[in-house]
């Protein structure tokens, strides 16, 4: 089933990204009313209508394209946490996040997406970044490598001596703990930044606009797009055992993913530095 899936038409899927996004995400961009911001966790971890309505009008477009799928969205997850099991499941999963870099999107910024990516016993096989804003989308599927807007992309490699450029978890989601991970980033040769929306951090890496990114936290809605992105263009991920990090978890914290394998192999030197 999945097999043929991938075989057969994905456009299908780009166009049920970006009709979620025209519907839902679009048409309240830089139009939110309070009432449509609400806190989940706490004033750094927002939902907004978008969200919601984004994530909904996602689940039922993409099980109808893929019968007998499930979906793994960030906000199901938050209603339910047991949806979270599925990624390891039978069943193909969805995994959605309609809205990543909901600050941005509450603040009016443009640097916000729609990841989807679709994965089977726990691997990668296509994914979506999309956007909306800045009109563009980016596209991976397993072994046929990436496109942005249609054109394939490649990640490269640094040129040799030059200070990598990473982005890294926000100081606002870490606690001490991993901020003491993370200050192994702040060291020579290293220029490291807090990220915005993973989803174009990743993107960045995955065109070669950025060398690096580094994260302590694991939900797959946040990176399972952006890997398999960086990895078809070209890159290289792991997690800070040196293993590839899993979507389903359990991973061992930080990770990077990177441009090429000596950037990402440098990337968790420094990180096991600060450790």
């Known amino acids: 089933m999945i097999d043929d899936f991938l075989a057969g038409d994905l ?10 996004a025209a519907a839902e995400i679009m048409p309240r961009y830089r139009q939110l009313a309070a009432h449509e911001i609400v806190e989940k966790s706490g004033p750094h971890d927002l939902v907004t209508t978008a969200d919601r309505l984004a994530e909904e009008h996602l689940t039922a477009s993409l099980t109808r394209l893929l019968p007998g ?4 969205g960030e906000e199901s997850v938050h209603a339910d946490p047991k949806v979270y099991d599925a990624l390891g499941g039978e069943a193909p999963v969805w ?10 999107f509450v603040r009016g910024e443009p640097g916000f997406c729609t990841l989807v990516a679709l994965a089977h016993h726990g691997e990668l096989l296509a994914s979506w970044t999309y956007a909306a804003a800045l009109d563009e989308i980016a596209v991976a599927v397993r072994g046929r490598g990436a496109t ?11 040129a040799p001596g030059a200070v990598l450029k990473v982005a890294m978890s926000h100081p606002d989601y870490t606690s001490d703990a991993q901020k003491r991970a993370l200050l192994g980033l702040r060291t020579e040769g290293i220029d490291a930044r807090p990220c ?3 989803g174009l951090e990743y993107l960045a890496v995955a065109r070669g606009h950025q060398d690096a990114v580094a994260f302590n ?8 797009a952006g890997l398999l992105l960086v990895t078809e263009a070209g890159g290289a991920q792991a ?16 990770f990077t993913a990177a441009r090429d394998e ?7 030197e420094a990180l096991r530095a600060g450790g």
Do not use: C, K, M
């Open 95 to 104: 995994i959605v996040d309609p809205v990543d870099g909901t600050r941005q």
């Open 239 to 254: 997690t800070l055992s040196g293993a590839p990090f899993r979507v389903t978890g359990g991973n061992a914290l930080p």
């Open 217 to 224: 936290w694991e939900y797959a809605w946040d990176h399972a």
């Open 148 to 158: 942005l807007n249609g054109v394939r992309i490649h990640s490269g490699s640094p």
């Open 196 to 198: 915005g929306s993973a």
């Open 11 to 20: 456009t299908e899927v780009e166009a049920a990204v970006r009709a979620a």
């Open 69 to 72: 799928s499930v979906v793994v």
């Open 262 to 268: 000596a950037t990402a192999e440098r990337i968790l």
